[in-house]
């Protein structure tokens, strides 16, 4: 098939005047989440930016969330995909995109450019958004920048049947304009009648290694049947070949001895996987997938496991009869998280990046039933915090992906948008907040209660023997903190002049 390009579309990606301008229209002021080490944890509170606010709006909301990412900005970089489902950086500045009925594009997030990509692929597809039969997931190979090879999934007929499919896996090669040597690899068989649960969600590991989470096609004994390859994690080479050390090689199918379980097996008992992601800083593969009724899940995949499915899950059928035996077994692995009610989540990404360095490590969740992202919290292996941020995209969250710049995209349903998160200090104009600001953002939680240990302002016994100490003393013990009194009162952006101006009005008031 000949390229069929389409017009160049002119980004909406703001510059910083820009956004002055247009505020309240296009750019949001990011403001949904709460700062971890506060010493209480305030709900945050979403204010929507109208016509003549002031941007960013400084808000004097008595809340230490209110600072921690109040420089962000969620940008459309592009609108008018036709249902989009996955996509993955090709460079800094590119990025492969899925359509579900069977299209790759290329959007170039600098300037806005969209390109169809020539080049046929194998997948059958259902008016978008009826049933799940489609082009699914994309990963680029390890070496992808020097051999241009692509991995995708999507939906394949029995060549014997059509009325029956099943999920497929194929590679091929992307020049930059076209794909071309298209071979399938894998057909997750049994194939079957149900038009959704395809799964297909793919990710290379560190050691160049294709993961493929397989859907159980809404036949549910599947995902503990060995012999099928539906409802499973599977772990191909990258042609398609079984690695040496798969944990099911040359282990007998319990339910059937004559035969062996097929050995690009490496995880059993998945439902209706939609993400994977590898991090490769705590060299762990995090799987979600879609519940019945409730308990979507986050799992960590480790070789061998057995996650359960249907015999254990948090969830029940839409009927809501209960599944299976309960919600834990022995030798079958909990999820990290999972969700109740469910929010319809979609594919996950590990936030490594400096631009929000206080997100480090947390798990980033799309969400497409409360248009969100859900952003897990992960201390020492385990959530510690779930919070939803970003109702601000408004639509089914289809993809996240972190840029080399730390900044976030977010791939969603509707309207076929690319969303940018950034944070960029600039936007705060120069501004600095007064003292009775910052004391309300990041003081006030502690010092108007005044607990046991720490000083009240309106207590002027206790705070007769600390001013006596001098303004550059207490200054010092703002910055730096002092006993339980913690550095820079947790207000991990707000500048040194910022705290003083916050000592100063904390001198006034106790001396009213
Ligand atoms: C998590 C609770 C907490 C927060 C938030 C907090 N403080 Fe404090 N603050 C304390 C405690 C506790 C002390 C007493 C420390 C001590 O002397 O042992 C204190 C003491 C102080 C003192 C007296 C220091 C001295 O040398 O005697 C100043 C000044 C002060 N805080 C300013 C601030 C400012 C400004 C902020 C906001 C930017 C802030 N605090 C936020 C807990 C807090």
Known sequence: M??????????????????????????????????RTAAREVKSVVVPRGPGQPAPYFGDLQSVAEVNVRDAVLDEVYAGLAFPWAFEFVSDTQLLITEFAGQFKVLDVTTGAVSEVAGTIPTLASAAGTQQIGLLDVALHPQFSRNGLIYF????????????RALAVSRARFDGASITEVQQLLVAEPFGKSP?????????????????????RSRRDQSQNPGALTGKILRLQDDGSVPPDNPFIGVANPYNPKLMIDSRIYAMGVRNPQGL???????????????????????????????????????????????????????????????????????????????????????????????????????????????????????????????????????????????????????????????????????????????????????????????????????????????????????????????RQAVDYMLDEIAK
């Open 277 to 499: 992601h590898y991090d490769a800083v705590s060299s762990i593969m995090y799987e979600t997938e879609h519940g019945p009724m409730g308990g979507d899940e986050v799992n960590r995949i480790d070789a061998g496991g057995n996650y359960g499915w249907p015999v254990i899950t948090y969830g029940a059928n839409y009927s809501t009869e209960l599944i299976g035996r309960g919600s834990a077994m022995a030798g079958m692995v909990q999820p990290l998280f999972y969700y109740l009610p469910s929010l319809a989540i979609s594919p996950i990404a590990v936030y490594r990046g400096d631009m929000f360095g206080e997100w480090d490590g947390d798990l980033l969740v799309g969400a497409m039933k409360s248009s969100a992202v859900s952003k897990l919290d992960v201390v020492e292996g385990s959530v510690k915090s779930e919070r939803q941020i970003l109702q601000e995209v408004r639509g089914r969250v289809r993809d996240i992906k972190v840029a080399a710049d730390g900044s976030i995209y977010f791939l969603v349903q509707n309207g076929g948008r690319v969303l940018r998160l950034s944070r960029d200090p600039a936007l705060l104009g120069g501004k600095v907040r007064d003292g009775r600001q910052i004391y309300n953002i990041a003081c006030v939680t502690c010092h108007q209660s005044g607990t046991t240990d720490v000083p009240a302002l309106r207590d002027a016994k206790a705070w007769s023997a600390r001013v006596a100490k001098g303004r550059e003393a207490l200054y010092a013990s703002a910055l730096e903190g002092i006993g339980n009194m913690p550095a820079r009162g947790f207000c991990e952006n707000c500048t040194d002049e910022e705290i």
């Open 2 to 35: 000949p390229v069929a390009r389409t017009p160049i579309v002119v980004v909406v990606s703001l510059l910083l005047a820009a956004a002055a301008f247009f505020a309240g229209m296009l750019v949001m002021e990011y403001r949904g989440d709460t700062l």
């Open 196 to 216: 959704s649960n395809f799964g297909g969600a793919l990710e290379f590991d560190r050691q160049g290694l294709l993961y493929v989470a397989t859907g159980d």
């Open 153 to 164: 999934s999507h939906a394949v007929e029995d060549p014997q049947d059509s009325k029956l």
